[in-house]
């Protein structure tokens, strides 16, 4: 299915390992946004692309960091992985509307467990 | 600071009666309104927005939601619910003019009750 596809979809680390998330979506959109979920927090944006080459930061994008080489492609990486990144995370990917710049398609998230 | 609001953390109706979630937004000027709906162990799915004009915005799956300048309120509606809208829903908001996402509110549960 066309969409926005995200890997893994479970994983539990140790506390100071490293991991990278891979989002991946096939509609060429030119932005993609990483979001984290938590319990009663709603979703935070992390960090976001505006295109191939370009990234920038969201409200809490410490402890992260994020490539975007290719304009499919929208990786997120944990250099050292803390308990309190633990959460659901979300990749997304939209266009321009000429007013908003929404994220118009999620992936299903990405379980982390730090422990 | 710009937020968004639902006082609501959780909702429970009746199957084939009415819902209205509630949803709150405190910027300097108008934003740009959304409604986004997550099914458990899925993503989020764009039901309606609001950039401007009518106040009265027709979403998917039979859903819509006003806009209230005076009340700074978006609000989504439904006239029957069906056992399958049980979800959580989002409300978010965009200032406009760059790409730095959304600002959502924490989420309205939804419990369908036979």
């Known amino acids: 299915n066309a969409g926005v596809t995200q890997t893994p979809k479970f994983r539990v680390l140790k506390t100071g390992q490293s991991m990278t998330l891979l989002c991946a979506q096939d509609m060429n959109h030119e932005y993609m946004y990483w979001y984290r979920q938590d319990p009663g927090m709603g979703l935070r944006l992390i960090h976001y692309s505006v295109g191939e080459g370009t990234t920038a930061k969201g409200e809490v994008p410490d402890g992260y960091n994020v490539s975007r080489l290719k304009k499919q492609n929208f990786l997120l990486g944990l250099e050292s992985a803390a308990p309190s990144q633990t959460s659901v995370y979300f990749c997304?990917?939209?266009?321009?509307?000429?007013?908003?710049?929404?994220?118009?398609?999620f992936g299903d998230g990405t379980r982390l467990s730090i422990l | 600071a710009q937020s968004v609001t639902q006082p609501d953390i959780h909702i429970t109706v009746s199957e084939g009666a009415s819902l209205e979630l509630r949803c709150n937004y405190s910027y300097g000027a108008t934003p740009y309104l959304f409604w986004y709906v997550q099914s458990p162990g899925q993503g989020l799915q764009l039901l309606l927005k609001y950039f401007s004009g009518d106040t009265l915005v027709q979403g998917i799956k039979g859903f819509e939601a006003e806009f209230k300048r005076s009340q700074s309120s978006f609000n989504l509606r439904k006239p029957s619910v069906h056992w399958s809208d049980a979800a959580e829903y989002f409300c978010a908001a965009d200032s406009g003019g760059g790409a730095d996402g959304l600002t959502f509110g924490k989420g309205t549960h939804l419990i369908i009750q036979p």
């Open positions: 997304a990917s939209g266009v321009t509307t000429g007013v908003s710049n929404q994220p118009q398609h």
